[in-house]
């Protein structure tokens, strides 16, 4: 008896890592295929029969680095986002807290209403917004860019930190309001470090959004100095040389590693958790 | 260092009351110790104290000054919460030195006001650990020490040791008591124990239903209970409470005859008798004649259960005495400790 039970215990086990494994490599199978593709010379690439050996090559490395200022699209990029990243914290912290916290006529609407802003298609916006920051004079600044991405993000950011701070409990407010703490410091001291996974969470789909945006960007960013990772990858398609395919692999590899790296240090924090504690239970 | 006074407060939800026509004069100093069951609306009544719930009627008044408009952290109360509510970022030590942070406490006295708070309720060796880290006795010891770490006005305690263990309660609500009368802080209580409450009022105040049933010191409401409801409610095993009839200043249950009551009422009533009130007997004269239908010897006393009818009676015994099982007995009642109770509306008529 004993022995079966753990026999067919250690079988689901097995069973289990041979799903999440299978599962892994899924997922993690495009981005190791076009690792593989920006680390092949282009000629190679393009042929048709198979290649069982392949040739590891630098070109598009140097390329990217050398042919066009990735450095600066990289740049351009980091600062963007995290530009919109912050903006989107000041913004919808306060708002996430106002909705969750105090009781006023509207505020379920004022609510939806920041969400509903997420429902309609960007394009339908696409050329008011061109023309808006044209008449502002910031058409081709990462400026209009961090604008932009901040605006997407905002609604969302808004609900994810609002559903945390739902789940706090009152009595928490109430405690730093008797041993006399104002508004203010019961946000500062109390519940930002109380949501700081959904915080953190918030942030990173915002910025995973910001990183994969395309249309605004392309819209405000006519010359390079404002290009980012994301329409940079856009310039390989076309001209003269063609479409240049490993150039386009390694470009999105680069895209794909911050955001890749900071899940990975922030793991932890994305899961709930830091409120444990606070109340009986 | 406060008087408080709640005079007509209501709380309702939509329909529900809460609370309901609370009027009640705290003295300054005086320590109050709200009873009631569980949703009575003890922890509602304190709320609107502390000014984290608005009455919808009446006025919350502190040394004579209306209190109503005034915001939570205006008020000078600190409060232990029911559900601890440490703030959970935070470690133990910053737990307890918040409030002082929070008044302005000057910075130098910090450190020692902190340790002197977590020592009293024996949490000196935690105090860099985070609330999560803690057993729930231990938050909830926490959570005591953050309210009496400073002197505020009021102190406001809601049933702040039910997690702890007999040992460690009786350490605590010594320390509760001693720091009350040291520092002479207005306090209410709230607990489900009744040996704290009596050990720890000097007044009771027994709620049910978000309505008041009595105000009085622990005497008064062991001695003079006014209505069924306290009378059931204080004292254990509760009073036994027996329907019957009174005509002629002498009562009669199946199995009960009690006469000599002075009461002019007539008709069906309830009698009421607490078990230490009741002594067997051998005499066939006694008020009870029954059987034996229970026997719990605890060690310094035994709890005896009397059948009468099918009615269940109580009985404190001697600790030697024992009986077996169905076997006659008879059992008096002090006559000077008798009660009559209305039997419509459980209100004490004598
Ligand atoms: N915010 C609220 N909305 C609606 N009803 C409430 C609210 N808060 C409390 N109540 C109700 O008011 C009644 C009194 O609650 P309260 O918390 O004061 O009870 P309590 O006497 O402290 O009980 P316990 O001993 O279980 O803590 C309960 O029936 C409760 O359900
Ligand atoms: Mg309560």
Redesign the interface.
């Known amino acids: 008896m004993a022995s079966n039970r753990k026999k067919s215990r250690g079988e689901s086990l097995f069973l289990r890592y041979l799903i999440l494994g299978g599962w892994a490599l899924f997922c993690l199978a495009p981005v190791l295929w076009f690792l593989s593709i920006g680390l092949r010379p282009r000629t190679e690439i393009i042929t048709p029969q198979p290649i069982y050996i392949p040739t590891f090559s630098l070109d598009a490395w140097h390329m990217i680095w050398e042919d066009w200022p990735m450095g600066k699209y990289l740049r351009n990029s980091v600062a963007a986002i995290i530009g919109s990243v912050i903006i989107d914290l000041v913004l919808a912290i306060p708002a996430a807290y106002s909705l969750s916290r105090f009781e006023y006529k509207g505020r379920d609407d004022i609510g939806f209403y920041i969400l509903s802003t997420r429902m309609m298609a960007p394009a339908i916006v696409a050329v008011p917004i061109f023309f808006l920051f044209r008449n502002m004079g910031l058409l081709d600044t990462i400026w209009a860019l961090m604008l932009v991405y901040a605006a997407i993000n905002l609604s969302f950011v808004t609900w994810i930190i609002r559903s945390y701070m739902l789940d706090i409990?009152k009595?928490?407010e109430?405690?730093?309001?008797?041993?006399?703490?104002?508004e203010i410091?019961i946000l500062w001291?109390?519940i930002i470090?109380?949501i700081?996974p959904g915080i953190i969470t918030a942030s990173v789909i915002a910025m995973i959004f910001a990183i994969n945006e395309f249309l605004f960007t392309l819209l405000i960013a006519s010359t390079p100095d404002a290009y980012t990772m994301s329409v940079a990858l856009a310039n390989f398609t076309g001209g003269s040389d063609g479409v240049i395919y490993n150039a386009i692999a390694l470009v999105a590899f680069l895209a794909f590693v911050p955001v890749f790296l900071v899940v990975v240090a922030i793991q932890k924090h994305l899961s709930r958790g830091?409120?444990?504690?606070?109340?009986?239970g | 260092m406060a008087r408080i006074e709640l005079n007509n407060i209501q709380k309702k939800w939509g329909a529900f009351w809460g609370v309901r026509d609370v009027n009640i004069d705290i003295k300054d100093e005086e320590f109050v110790v709200f009873l009631g069951p569980s949703g009575c609306g003890k922890t509602t009544t304190m709320r609107m104290i502390a000014g984290l719930e608005e009455p919808n009627e009446g006025e919350i008044k502190m040394d004579g000054e209306v209190m109503n408009d005034i915001d939570a952290r205006d008020r000078d109360v600190a409060m232990v919460f029911q559900g601890y509510a440490l703030y959970p970022n935070m470690s133990i030590y910053e737990n307890i030195r918040f409030p002082l942070r929070m008044r302005g406490v000057p910075k130098d006295q910090h450190d020692g006001l902190v340790k002197k708070a977590a020592g009293l309720v024996e949490l000196t060796d935690y105090l860099d650990r985070k609330p999560s880290a803690l057993s729930g006795g231990q938050r909830q010891r926490a959570a005591l020490a953050r309210a009496i770490v400073r002197e505020p006005q009021v102190f406001l305690m809601d049933e702040p040791l039910s997690n702890l263990d007999a040992k460690l309660r009786q350490a605590m609500r010594v320390q509760i008591k001693h720091i009350q009368r040291a520092l002479k802080i207005t306090t209410v209580y709230v607990t489900h124990d009744q040996i704290e409450a009596m050990t720890l009022a000097d007044r009771i105040v027994i709620m049910q239903s978000g309505m008041i049933q009595q105000i009085g010191t622990p005497d008064e409401i062991y001695n003079d209970p006014t209505n069924t409801f306290v009378a059931n409610f204080i004292g254990s095993p509760p009073m036994n409470l027996i329907e019957g009839t009174l005509s002629d200043g002498t009562f009669v249950a199946d199995g009960v005859r009690v006469t000599g009551i002075e009461s002019t009422t007539e008709g069906k009533v309830t009698l009421g008798v607490r078990p230490e009130d009741c002594t067997v007997s051998a005499s066939t004269e006694a008020e009870l004649n029954g059987t034996v239908y229970g026997l719990e010897p605890t060690g310094d006393v035994t709890y005896l259960t009397v059948k009468a009818g099918d009615k269940l009676i109580e009985v404190k015994a001697d600790r030697t005495y024992r009986a077996d099982l169905d076997v006659p007995v008879q059992v008096a009642f002090d006559p000077d400790r008798i009660y009559v109770f209305d039997s419509e509306d459980g209100k004490r008529i004598q």
């Open positions: 409990p009595e928490l109430d405690a730093a309001r008797t041993d006399g703490a104002g410091r001291e109390i470090p109380a700081l830091l409120t444990m504690g606070a109340v009986k």
